[in-house]
């Protein structure tokens, strides 16, 4: 497995000044959030943007795309959200990225689950081409707001799709997930991307935090276990963006925690 950080805890900074920040730390690749993505988001400015990995002797693990909805059941605005996604997908392509993580694809009414389903098997199958010509892979996930109420369920309408993958969000353990190992080895397979924050269990329905870990309740020992057990190797990614107030703390102490959850 690789480790990674995800930008969003370096929110309040340039994404140049976050990139050198991020390298002298420790950190050899880097998922770019969608806060920091957007101002590259041409093909006219993609070029700078890979300067800037290079500059920062970073490589890119991943673009991070929130807030895209393919579950939307009008099939005009579902068709503008196709279109921007692609766009996402080609731009990033530019820039040698090869994964697209996204948080919110399933956004959706929970009352309307199989109409919303339906849209969004539509729009993850007309992301297709793109992905094929890019030789690039989608990876999603479950977040609070999405017509899907459980892992399980995500996985199920990803797996079997050509450059489609599942990505597990520790953070969201105690909202979507019966049991992390259950859901790991539910997802074996299809895992291609992990996001590493912690979190207490919720007081309300969709309360979560994205702590450093060993701030919060989950148990990361058994996480990074299942992982080893159904022979996970791609990122594990650092997204602890409560502590946005003391971003190096948070990178330099996620990254030693995770160094120890591997050694285990």
Known sequence: ?????????????????????ISRIGYRY?????????????????QQL???L?????ELASILITWIPLALIDEEERKIRVQEMEKSIHVAASVGCKLITCAGAMAGDPENREDC??????????????????????????????????SEEAIDLLRGRSH??????SPHTFLFDLDPETTLE?????????HIA???KPENKWDHQHLIPGLGEIDFAKIFRTLKKIGYEGFVSAIPFTHRDKPLEAAIETKKKIEEFLAL
């Open 186 to 194: 539910y997802a074996k397979g299809i895992l291609t991307h992990v």
């Open 54 to 58: 290079k500059d920062s002797n970073l």
């Open 117 to 150: 389903a339906i849209a969004f098997k539509r729009s993850v199958t007309e992301l297709t081409t793109a992905l094929e010509e890019n030789d690039m892979r989608i990876s999603l996930e479950c977040h609070p707001g999405d017509f899907v109420q459980r």
């Open 1 to 21: 497995m690789k480790i990674a950080i995800e930008t969003s805890v370096f929110e309040s900074y340039p994404l140049e000044k976050a990139l050198k920040e």
């Open 198 to 200: 912690d979190t207490h």
């Open 30 to 46: 880097v998922e770019i959030c969608s806060q920091h993505f957007i101002q590259y988001n041409e093909h006219k400015r993609a």
């Open 164 to 169: 489609v993958g599942y990505l597990f969000c």
């Open 50 to 52: 890979k300067r800037l």
